[in-house]
């Protein structure tokens, strides 16, 4: 029989901590995005939404991040979540994954600046972002959000979470292809030459 309050109270510092770290994860994304609203598209630019796939286990992720923050205790499913209460190091490795993600995030923002979009299409002026994490990686953003699905699951061990790991790999990639081709195409042997001096999600691979 689980104590549902008990373990609501155990894991107070751990709820505390994922507020917070959600609150500054959604003023990033707002402050860029009112960012890059400065830089218009190119006239005649194909706009291309986010990958059903990446939609579906960003979301998915979300939801279990935000019913654990609210009350754990509802996620411990026979089958699917049996654990009690986190262990420390499971809290720890977690945490750790969860700002490493963040800091990530934001330093793409940054380097990306006005070039950012929720929907993939090109702006004026488009360059090759080579600076920051993107001298190592062509898609930080992508990597921040898998990093941050495979750390919530560390204190998290929920199948339906596990499950979307896989499936934001593949959303993500097909994103990355998408857009690859398409600055491929508008930048030309500059862009080429970034591709393959860069990782997609994981540098060096």
């Keep these: 029989m689980i104590d549902h309050t008990a373990v609501i109270s155990e894991l107070t510092t751990l709820r505390l901590f994922l507020l917070c770290w959600g609150c500054c994860a959604l003023a990033i994304r707002t402050f860029y995005a009112r960012r890059s609203a400065r830089r218009n598209a190119l006239p005649d630019s194909t706009f291309v939404n986010p990958h059903p796939y ?19 205790d509802l996620l411990q499913i026979p089958g699917f979540y ?28 940054q380097e990306l600046g006005e070039f950012y979009g929720v929907r993939l299409f090109l702006k004026e002026s488009h360059e090759t972002v080579s600076t920051g994490p993107y001298a190592l990686v062509r898609h930080p953003m992508y990597t921040a959000y898998m990093v941050w699905i495979l750390s919530t699951l560390v204190f998290v061990p929920q199948v339906g ?35 393959g001096e860069t990782g997609r999600f994981i540098p060096w691979v």
């Design 82 to 109: 049996t654990q009690s209460v986190p262990s420390v190091y499971q809290q720890i490795v977690g945490i750790t994954g969860l700002v490493l993600g963040l800091y990530l995030l934001a330093r793409a923002h």
């Design 54 to 72: 990446a939609v579906v286990a960003v979301s998915t992720w979300i939801l279990v991040l935000a019913l654990f923050t609210a009350r754990p």
């Design 161 to 195: 979470l596990a499950l979307m790991l896989p499936v934001a790999w593949i959303g993500f990639s097909k994103m990355a292809e998408v857009e690859e081709n398409m600055l491929t195409q508008a930048l030309g042997k500059d862009y080429g030459d970034y591709i």
